[in-house]
């Protein structure tokens, strides 16, 4: 193996990456604007739940309630103001008892209580306020259920630990960092393939071997370097500093292994793009479980990315160690040895 060769092979690909103006410009732009959008979004997460009630006079059981940081009680003196207050949103929820809520029960008749939700309420939560409308009509009258509800919480307890925003996203801005290297990458090899620069390297003592060390070492190491950038700037590296680099290590490798694949499909800039952007986006799927996180399937596990999101995702909002991720990280190395050697044995053929 030649290093002095591949050290000089490793700074020309520097050099013609950064002679590339559409992927500097997008490299440096989208860096900039990962970290600008972290610091623009909410650091802290707002958890207390705003009741509004309208409560009859003679029905005090709920207009004394103390409020909590978990829920905030603002009582109202008629339907109207409560609606105001929801449409405004002073109030989430809004609970309207009937002033002759306690005659219409005693006398068998069903009261209608007007349930009011700020549009930002999810559907599936409808169902969940109608059912405390329901237990709220009964308490009002002194009839509780004569039921004792036990409460066991399986899992992490998220009360008053919430993922701020800028925290849930973050994962995701180092993912994209290594997935736009992979397309400059690839466009780069392509180029190198079209003008036969390659081949004319081949005459040289240099070996396909020492072209594709070359090619790893520098599409890894530059997209490892932006992405502990980003991390670094956006305090990232805080918590399990060393854990986080590896995962991003492994993750560069298989950006860059995937980078070989899409440069064997690739004829031109606008083939690559078009396949980058189609591998781009099957990547960035797994993100999608991190920022929603109802969506998430057990068929996604199934994309290699999922072990890197995952991976960060634990590890900087949730203090995961070594042994919490030790599985997402041997699958992700599984994957990035299979996507390189999958790559280099399909793009060798291409210039050999």
């Not at 207009?63 to 339907?79: G, H, K, L, W, Y």
């Not at 949103?89 to 029960?105: I, N, T």
């Not at 007007?114 to 169902?127: G, I, N, R, T």
């Not at 780069?188 to 390297?201: F, G, K, M, N, W």
């Amino acid at each position: 193996m030649h290093i002095t060769a591949i050290w000089a092979l490793m700074v020309k690909d520097a050099r013609l990456y950064a002679a590339n103006r559409l992927f500097a410009l997008v490299t440096v732009l989208g860096l900039v604007a990962y970290i600008v959008i972290y610091f623009l979004l909410p650091a802290t997460v707002d958890e207390t739940l705003r009741l509004g009630l309208v409560i009859p006079d003679s029905l005090s059981a709920l207009s004394e309630m103390p409020d909590n940081d978990a829920v905030q009680v603002t009582r109202f003196t008629d339907v109207e103001a409560l609606r105001k207050a929801v449409a405004s949103g002073e109030v989430e929820v809004g609970f309207a008892f009937p002033a002759d809520l306690y005659d219409q029960l005693r006398q068998g008749t069903q009261p209608i209580v007007e349930l009011l939700l700020a549009p930002e309420v999810p559907p599936d939560f409808v169902s969940v306020y109608a059912a405390a409308a329901r237990e709220l009509s009964f308490t009002l009258i002194g009839q509780e259920l004569p039921v004792v509800i036990k409460e066991e919480i399986l899992g992490v307890d998220m009360v008053g630990a919430s993922i701020a925003p800028r925290q849930r996203i973050l994962p995701l801005f180092a993912v994209l960092v290594l997935m736009v290297e992979c397309l400059g990458l690839a466009s780069l090899i392509v180029a190198e393939i079209e003008q036969r620069t390659i081949r004319a390297l081949l005459v040289t003592p240099l070996t396909v071997r020492d072209v594709f060390v070359a090619k790893t070492l520098f599409g890894s190491l530059f997209a490892f370097g932006q992405a502990i950038l980003l991390l670094a700037i956006t305090g990232g590296l805080v918590k399990a500093p060393l854990l986080n680099l590896t995962a991003l290590s492994i993750g560069s490798v298989l950006m860059t292994g995937i980078a070989f694949l899409i440069a064997t499909l690739g004829r031109d800039l606008m083939s690559v793009m078009g396949w980058g952007m189609l591998a781009l986006l099957i990547m960035a799927l797994p993100t999608f479980t991190v920022l929603i996180p109802g969506l998430a399937a057990d068929w996604v596990r199934i994309i290699p990315t999922y072990y890197l999101v995952d991976t960060l995702h634990r590890s900087l909002n949730f203090s995961a160690d070594w042994n919490d991720v030790s599985g997402n990280l041997l699958l992700l190395t599984a994957f990035a040895l299979l996507s390189l050697a999958l790559g280099m044995a399909t793009l060798q053929r291409r210039f050999v």
